[in-house]
């Protein structure tokens, strides 16, 4: 972090240097457009993503860094509908598209088009495949390895695990399980007992392990994939069980949740997942390749960390029933393509 | 009478058969745990199976797909309304029941004044109702007032109080079909709707109400559903579509109309949670979990239709 701070410090004084002198490397972006093409809404971290965007792109356009920051959300969850919404795009005349994807596959030939006409495409969480748009995922896997990592230093003994997963056959469901499996090769005291699939919604989270919890032998924790903690701990409960370790995934009724039984009984845990705002990370992402910035396809965002010491910071910090966020700024963007050079 | 002559036998067998090949795992251990939350999560999908169980017997075509929406919608607006603030629970109930009525009847417009297919009809008014959520409170969850959570999460006589909602439900629903001049209308209505227009049943007005009774039920199951889980969320109503139609069909009523089977509701919603704790209790993967869950179904409603056959 230490270093990326320093580098962020330098890539901000370059750019204030840049704008001011206009170097020759960086273009004016006022008069560019940026739409932002997302594929789903029903759930609080897309409408906190959502509103990221839209407080990050009215304050650019204030500003002037671009003229126009538009969102647009497809109804359906369909690829097919996406592709048709990314041709508007195109033929709406926009310089830039980012892009969270239905698919990441099956958007790839619209993504190509717009490329050919010369749109810069910017794919995020759900980010898609084509070679020439650019990519900004998160490590699941290794925020997978992270939850076991953390439990085996809480748990040094070890014990019996049950996962929760997300929604099946989705990317980002098999890599966060596939760290945490990882995880529990490296920690042998570890054993998975149990797995079922939350879709990362408390109440169908809730639903299945109270369906499981019956035949399962102890278990001393819990991994799970964000928005599905909250509901795991409410089924221990109603079965009568110890509420077991279990790694929460930032939403607030998790935090408020974790924040209680600190105060009741020293309850200790870690909550991890990515911070909705990733989708203001792309939007100046987008700004700086529109600039003329040279950054590169591939970058890594961090995922957003709650620890036993920022908790109260953090929950005082989110709204009731949302989620964590950070909001990132156009100097976070240029750290973030700083790293990945 | 041959007992298996009874569709809804089918439904309580399988229910049995998978609790039972459920506690062969632990040897006996947890029966009381595992069919207290068999009761507690088979109440939701019971709720909302007995309103689309009255849609389809309306006839063919009849089906409201709306009812995930409703319940969001309902369960946002009743959770917003009351505002986690103590004694609100029958305000909130009441906003619920109320946004319920309100979509069912608007589904019912739409098919009689637009001559909408309801297939078409509910479908498009899902999407308005659930933009109206996501409108009204951006996805933030509040918590229910304390008693209410307190109730929804309960238990009387040992056996959860969303239980005894559900149960009271079937039985009303059960009194209308089998009891009324109203049950009778409308399954004459799914029978022949051109017969039973002839013999004078009000058969519009049978269909508005049955529109708004699924709402209704859906509205009541959301607001239940988001008392019991700590707040509503947009995507709370997801997997009750399917669920809906399904423990309709399990239970034994016809998918054709003018057959409608009540106890088959409950045996067949404690059947769709047992068999998923079942797969998931064997450690069976997502897709063996589907294609089994749905092989079962297959078998479950064949065996059921074909000895009705024989009746």
Redesign the interface.
């Known amino acids: 972090m230490k270093i990326s701070k320093v580098l962020l410090c330098a890539a901000s004084l370059g750019l204030l240097a840049g704008t001011v002198q206009a170097d020759g490397q960086l273009s004016d972006t006022s008069g560019k457009r940026i739409a932002l093409s997302n594929n789903y ?4 971290w ?3 993503m959502l ?1 990221s965007w839209e407080e990050i792109g009215s304050a650019a356009v204030a500003d002037g860094a671009v003229s126009a920051a538009d969102a647009y959300t497809t ?1 359906e969850n369909q690829a097919t509908e996406q592709a048709a919404q990314i041709q508007n795009m195109i033929l709406q005349g926009y310089d830039a598209i980012v892009l969270n994807a239905a698919s990441p596959t099956a958007l790839n030939g619209a993504v190509k088009e717009a490329c050919d006409a010369g749109v810069t495409v910017v794919s995020f969480d759900g980010i898609v495949t084509e070679p020439c748009a650019w990519r900004i995922a998160v490590d699941f896997a290794a925020m997978g390895k992270e939850e076991v990592d953390f439990l085996a230093t809480r748990l040094p003994e070890g014990g019996n695990l049950l996962e929760i ?1 997300g929604l ?2 989705v990317f980002v469901d098999d890599e966060i399980s596939k760290g945490i499996h990882e995880g529990v090769a490296e920690h042998s005291q570890f054993k998975i007992v ?4 939350g ?1 990362w ?4 989270a ?3 392990v ?7 032998p102890d278990v001393v924790g819990v991994v799970t994939q964000g928005g599905d903690g ?2 795991t701990a ?1 089924a221990f409960k ?3 069980r110890p509420t077991p370790l279990i790694v929460l995934g930032n ?3 998790e935090m408020a949740w974790w924040a209680e039984q600190r105060d009741a009984n020293g309850y200790e845990t870690l909550s991890l997942s990515i911070a909705p705002g990733v989708a203001s990370l792309a939007f100046w992402v987008a700004q700086q390749v529109l600039a003329g910035e040279e950054v590169p396809k591939d970058l890594t965002v961090p995922f957003l960390k709650v620890t036993q010491d920022t908790l109260d910071e953090t929950l005082a910090a989110t ?4 989620v964590a966020n950070v909001t990132y700024t156009l100097e976070d963007a240029q750290a973030v393509i700083a790293d990945a050079k | 009478m041959n007992p298996l002559s009874k569709p809804w036998i089918w439904s309580w067998g399988a229910a049995a058969i998978v609790f039972f090949l459920t506690l062969a795992l632990t040897s006996g251990r947890g029966a009381g745990e595992l069919a207290y939350a068999a009761l507690s999560f088979g109440a939701f999908a019971a709720i909302v199976g007995l309103g689309q169980m009255l849609v389809i017997t309306l006839g063919p075509g009849n089906v409201d797909l709306s009812i995930p929406a409703s319940m969001t919608l309902s369960a946002t607006l009743a959770l917003k309304v009351m505002g986690s603030e103590p004694g609100t629970a029958f305000f909130g109930l009441f906003v619920a029941l109320a946004v319920g009525f309100g979509t069912g009847l608007a589904n019912y417009a739409l098919i009689f004044l637009l001559r909408l297919p309801p297939i078409i009809a509910t479908l498009a008014a899902s999407l308005i109702y659930q933009s109206i959520a996501i409108w009204s409170n951006r996805g933030l969850r509040i918590k229910p007032p304390p008693e209410l959570a307190d109730f929804a999460t309960g238990r009387m006589f040992g056996v959860p109080n969303v239980a005894w909602v559900g149960i009271a439900l079937a039985v009303a629903v059960w009194i209308v079909l089998e009891k009324s001049a109203w049950g009778r209308w409308l399954l004459a209505s799914g029978q022949n709707l051109r017969a039973a227009r002839l013999a004078g049943v009000p058969v519009e007005s049978v269909r508005a109400a049955t529109y708004i009774s699924v709402a209704t039920f859906a509205g009541l199951a959301g607001y239940l559903l988001a008392s019991f889980s700590g707040g509503a969320a947009l995507n709370m109503g997801a997997e009750y579509l399917l669920a809906s139609i399904a423990v309709v069909v399990i239970g034994g009523s016809s998918i054709a109309g003018g057959n409608s089977n009540v106890p088959g509701v409950w045996g067949a919603a404690l059947f769709m949670f047992l068999v998923v704790s079942m797969l998931n209790s064997y450690g069976a993967g997502a897709g063996v979990r589907n294609v089994l869950t749905g092989i079962i179904i297959i078998g479950i409603v064949i065996a059921a239709s074909t000895k009705r056959v024989r009746l």
């Open positions: 809404a029903g759930n609080s897309r409408q906190a509103q109804s997963r099946a056959g149990g797995s079922v699939h879709d919604a408390q109440d169908v809730q639903k299945n109270a369906g499981i919890l019956p035949s399962l909250y509901g409410q109603a079965a009568g939403r607030q009724d709204p009731v029933g949302s």
